[in-house]
């Protein structure tokens, strides 16, 4: 494929864009070397599988005046073609260059500083660590790992490589939740007792393991069936994966506790303080979704996974309720403001979200978190130990949920106490040539 | 017994195989959505399905996956067999990766011999998966092979053994290998120097650090090893080489430096930061002082109000913010001062860091700009005690509510609102009672009615509430009816009732006014009594209105809705009312609701409205399952509609409809 891009420089570029935001820009000063963006830099930002889900997040990226996208790449034609008509419409030229393979669209675009990845989960962490590898700062979706093994392997890049990387985990970064987070840790609720997560209430723990009929595969420039599968143990083709079809297979998916719970526990962990580990028992129920399980952290707090099909505790989607022994706060997706246990708290959102903030640094955009941390290589809200720590307790559920057993988990060694059987879930071998 | 013939071998070899592919595939139908781990005891199964050389690949597939979990010993060789197979070797090191027995160390050394291509990468992986030392001089041939693929994957499981004679064969190695395969070589040295670190043995790693730092590695790779170098160091290494680093003229190494410092606690680190800064452009004094204000250390808070006071803009902003995440209170009267700043950047950052300054001391300022004499900044004092949430300001504003005299009365009783509780309620009660601009006493109804609505117990408020209305005059009292309607509850319903029946016409509006907006259920019997008894036309129209309203909710159930608008028809005289109620029955799915509208098609006010209230309530109706049961009885009401109707949209629409319910009807 011909690579005719302009390679526009960040100056030109800044040129004909309109005014940048304060209060980074300092005229003349440092440009960027290779990677490392200084404050007053424009980001070049590329991209890796961004299909529906991915759109989304684009667009939420595009209008951020500091950052200029220049490149996509996916193994499916039609896909990345959508992405270059997004781009190129956006800014009204057609200088957007796809690519069909990662490591090539890696390997050579020494100029990129940033991807947005939002490929499916089975490339989630794989394309995360390869991109860190080539000097990318990574904003990834999630659930962003497929075992513990992958999770340790984005947090060890990352570091490795001083890479910023944000997991798609949004709600971090949103006024209703951060301030329920607030009065958790403030704390309004008293001495927290018990964590409730909301895991989806469609499909099941136990995944698909079937294959779906086998269709022709169509020409490689259409889809690189090999590249989709990625780590994946291969399958023959069905265009149904494709089309989101891949959801709820064992080798794609993290089930239904993933689907949610990666949010949901996320949230949870970091508004009790307990975003570098994990719970250390995790009680198996006798149903098919894990629906009431009791994960227990070291320090007595419970967490409840909780499907909550007659819409008792939420009445929206991907919710959490914190209950203390003063009171409780519970938010999901949709609320106009958080549910409390006392109405006079609500007098303090304001306060309490802007005092995160500036105590945090953090704004209430999970992109624009990203997109500072890039400058200034702080963490972001969900960096790779979150969204780690997090996806451990995902996976760990998910075992308990397989082996039928109850579990005991050693959040430092991040290992199954004495149950060889469980600890075998923490890796699976990727397919070559995708290894980490 | 007698040998089998040839063919009669094979047939019976197909048979079997027919059988045992037959039993396989049903197994496997059962797992489309069976468990993900096998029974134990099945491993004898599914090494047996992994030797049919007859199996399908499916079967063989699952059977790795299932053996991932429960194969011993026994599915090594057999697993072993498959890694040069270029469909199975992936499954079979799915199958071998994470069986702890030593034997497959030993299967997966012997494979990087005889494996090749593809399949060697991933052998190498596994190895390098399994941490396994004894594999480290074949992987040390391996890394000088030539073959990028296979340099990537032994380079890093070299990284992953991460011993002394692996970190050696890196070395030997990196002048060597292809340029492709650099940056694994280079990921492998990073990888032993963090195992090195987690042994203790900080010099080796550090020499490695220094290697790669100081090399022409892309910028990731030396910027990741010299911010583990500075950490690897003990503290006056590590704070050696901060400060060297900061002068680096390279942005990469310096950024890392800077980078490095977020995790160094020692006090000294902040005197080498803020030292720095000042020979560094502007681009890089951001940099540090975001790290100053990262590392949390208050002792950096001088050198950073001097930055927040001079210098280029953006710098002086970035300082702001770091001085407010540090939370030193000497950073206060500063910040004060900043918000007279001439750049509207610098003051604005100066207000939003008093607005979120940790601790008293921002609070006496702020009460201190409140007690000044300057307009201005006491709007300033009175959003930042918003902010603030400062109930501690709960007596000034309280003083300044009760000066006839202050500028900024209205705003000061506005924020009791926003900051008092239930022991503000006596002073709001009294200023109701005082103030007598407009203005004013818009303020206290806003700041009542907020107080109340945040208290656990509103329906306490509300009696609290109540117990003013006797002694109020009429435009207090109307006040205290519009708090009690944004309060609801059942004291506050009684209450606005009997003011309805009030011989004061403003007390009488002001209720009539609350009642037509109440939210519960619980105010219809009253709402329809008092439209009834009441002979002002505008407040029955707001009784009226009420009343539909309440009667178009969804959650009150259906044929209470219908019987309350049975109730409304004697009442309603307008056209407007006519047309709420219309567009309340067109939403109730009983057929008795059709029998409300149709009259109304005789009504040529609204005639046009009543048919298609007729005609939107009819096609719901006749989507009901149970539609047959009812459908004759609408087929007066819609050939009622269906002359009536003038619009050709809406009359087709009856009309088709008007089928639908005589084809119903006749199905019967």
């Not at chain 2, 799915?94 to 160390?105: G, K, R, S, T, W």
Request: net charge neutral; with cysteine.
């Amino acid at each position: 494929m011909s690579h005719n891009h302009s390679h526009l420089s960040r100056r030109a570029f800044l040129g004909t864009a309109a005014a940048i935001a304060a209060p980074y820009i300092v005229p003349a000063s440092v440009f960027g070397r290779d990677g490392a963006v200084p404050p007053s830099e424009r980001i070049i930002l590329g991209g890796i599988g961004i299909g529906n889900r991915g759109s989304h997040v684009l667009n939420w990226m595009l209008p951020e005046p500091d950052v200029q996208f220049v490149a996509t790449c996916d193994p499916q034609k039609a896909r990345r073609e959508m992405v270059k008509k997004m781009v190129d419409t956006r800014y009204g030229n057609s200088d957007c260059v796809v690519y069909p393979d990662i490591r090539e669209f890696l390997a050579t675009r020494t100029d990129i500083d940033a991807v947005l990845s939002t490929t499916g989960d089975r490339w989630h962490a794989t394309a995360a660590i390869m991109a860190m590898r080539a000097g990318k700062d990574v904003y990834s979706e999630k659930p962003s790992a497929m075992t513990i093994a992958e999770g340790q392997g984005v947090v060890s890049t990352a570091k490795r490589f001083r890479r910023v990387y944000q997991s798609g985990l949004q709600r971090l970064s949103e006024g209703n939740f951060t301030f329920a987070n607030e009065l958790l840790r403030l704390g309004y609720l008293g001495k927290l007792h018990t964590l409730r997560a909301h895991i989806a209430p469609w499909d099941a723990a136990e995944m698909r393991h079937d294959w779906l009929p086998e269709q022709p595969l169509p020409p490689k420039e259409e889809m690189d069936w090999d590249a989709w599968l990625g780590p994946c143990p291969w399958r023959p083709y069905n265009s149904e994966y494709t089309r989101g079809g891949w959801r709820n297979h064992y080798d794609f998916h993290t089930s239904c506790i993933g689907e949610w719970g990666a949010h949901t526990f996320a949230q949870v962990q970091v508004a009790a303080g307990l975003a570098e580990t994990s719970p250390v028992e995790y009680k198996y129920v006798a149903n098919d979704s894990g629906d009431g399980m009791v994960a227990t952290f070291a320090n007595g707090v419970k967490l409840v996974l909780e499907r909550d099909m007659a819409g008792k505790i939420w009445h929206g989607s991907c919710g959490v309720r914190y209950e203390g022994d003063e009171g409780w706060v519970a938010i999901a997706d949709g609320y106009s403001k958080c549910e409390v246990s006392n109405p006079a708290w609500m007098g303090d959102f304001k306060k309490l979200v802007d005092d995160y903030m500036a105590r945090t640094q953090r704004p209430m955009s999970h992109v624009r978190n990203f997109f500072d941390c890039v400058k200034s290589r702080r963490l972001t809200v969900a960096n790779p130990v979150v969204m780690h720590r997090s996806m451990s307790t995902v996976h760990a559920a998910n075992v308990c949920m397989w082996l039928k057993r109850d579990m005991k988990f050693d959040p430092a060694k991040e290992e199954f106490v004495n149950d060889a059987e469980a600890n075998r879930f923490r890796s699976r071998a990727m397919r070559e040539p995708w290894t980490i | 017994m007698a040998e089998n013939s040839f063919e009669e071998n094979v047939m019976l070899k197909s048979r079997v195989h027919l059988i045992l592919i037959v039993t396989l595939l049903l197994a496997c139908a059962g797992q489309t959505f069976a468990q993900t781990v096998a029974a134990k005891g099945d491993e004898p199964k599914l090494i047996a399905v992994l030797k049919d050389s007859a199996a399908p690949l499916k079967a063989k597939i699952d059977a790795c996956r299932q053996l991932a979990i429960v194969g011993g010993k026994d599915s090594i060789a057999p697993l072993a067999s498959l890694l040069g197979d270029e469909q199975l070797s992936h499954n079979a090191r799915y199958a071998l990766q994470m069986n702890p027995d030593p034997a497959v160390d030993a299967a997966l050394r012997d494979a990087l011999g005889t494996v090749k291509g593809r399949p060697l990468a991933g052998v190498i992986f596994t190895v390098g998966y399994r941490r396994d030392a004894k594999a480290v001089p074949t992987l040390a041939s391996l890394v000088n092979s030539g073959n990028a693929m296979v340099v990537d994957a032994a380079a890093r499981a070299l990284g992953n053994i991460g011993n002394s004679e692996a970190a050696q064969a890196l070395q030997q190695a990196l002048g060597k290998v292809p340029a492709e395969c650099k940056l694994a070589v280079y990921e492998g040295l990073a990888r032993c120097a963090e195992s090195f670190v987690a042994g203790g043995k900080n010099q080796d790693a550090i020499a490695i650090y220094e290697q790669l730092y100081k090399s022409n590695a892309p910028h990731h790779v030396r910027g990741g090893a010299l911010r583990a170098a500075i950490l690897a160091r003990d503290a006056s290494g590590g704070q050696k080489l901060l400060q060297e680093q900061l002068a680096n003229s390279d942005y990469i190494l310096f950024s890392a430096a800077a980078q490095a410092s977020h995790q160094m606690g020692a006090a000294e680190v902040t005197t080498i930061l803020t030292g720095a800064t000042k020979a560094l452009v502007a681009d890089r004094q951001i940099v540090v002082i975001q790290a100053l204000g990262v590392r949390g250390d208050k002792g950096a808070t001088p050198a950073l109000l001097t930055m927040a006071q001079n210098g280029e803009p953006p710098v002086r902003v970035a300082a702001i913010r770091a001085v407010v995440e540090l939370g030193d209170g000497s950073s206060v009267p500063v910040l004060v001062q900043l918000l007279d700043d001439g750049n509207r950047e610098i003051a604005k950052a100066a207000q939003e860091g008093l607005a979120t300054f940790p601790g008293p001391k921002a609070d006496d300022a702020v009460m201190q700009m409140f007690a000044g004499t300057n307009t201005d900044k006491q709007r300033m004092a009175l959003d930042l005690m918003g902010r603030r949430r400062m109930t501690s300001g709960l007596p000034a504003l309280v003083q300044t509510a009760n000066s006839v005299d202050s500028k900024i009365r209205t705003d000061a009783i506005k924020m009791i609102g926003e900051l008092g509780g239930s022991e503000q309620l006596p002073t709001m009660f009294g200023l109701l009672k005082n103030v007598q601009a407009f203005q004013e006493l818009a303020a206290v109804e806003q700041s009542l009615t907020a107080i109340c609505l945040r208290s656990p117990d509103s329906d306490q408020q509300a009696r609290q509430v109540i117990g003013q209305l006797e002694k109020a005059e009429p435009t207090q009292k109307a006040s205290l009816i519009r708090v009690l309607g944004a309060l609801g509850g059942p004291s506050a319903l009684q209450a606005v009732c009997a003011c309805a029946r009030s011989d004061n016409a403003d007390v009488r509006s002001a209720s009539a006014r609350a009642l037509g907006t109440w939210k519960t259920i619980d105010a219809a019997p009253s709402l329809l009594t008092l439209a009834k008894e009441t002979s002002n036309p505008a407040e029955k129209t707001l009784f009226v209105r009420g009343y539909l309203s309440l009667a178009g909710r969804g959650d009150v159930p259906a044929p209470d809705r219908v019987a309350m608008c049975r109730q409304a028809v004697g009442l309603i005289a307008r056209d407007e009312e006519k047309r709420l109620l219309l567009g309340t029955l067109s939403n109730i799915e009983l057929p008795e609701a059709m029998d409300l509208i149709s009259p109304y098609v005789d009504d040529a006010g609204i005639r046009q409205e009543a048919v298609l209230a007729a005609v939107t309530l009819g096609e719901k109706l006749l989507k009901r399952d149970d539609a047959k049961s009812f459908a004759d009885k609408l087929v007066p009401a819609l050939e009622k509609a269906a002359q009536a109707a003038s619009d050709a949209t809406v009359a087709n629409r009856v009309k088709t409809v008007l089928q639908q319910a005589k084809d119903k009807a006749g199905a019967k």
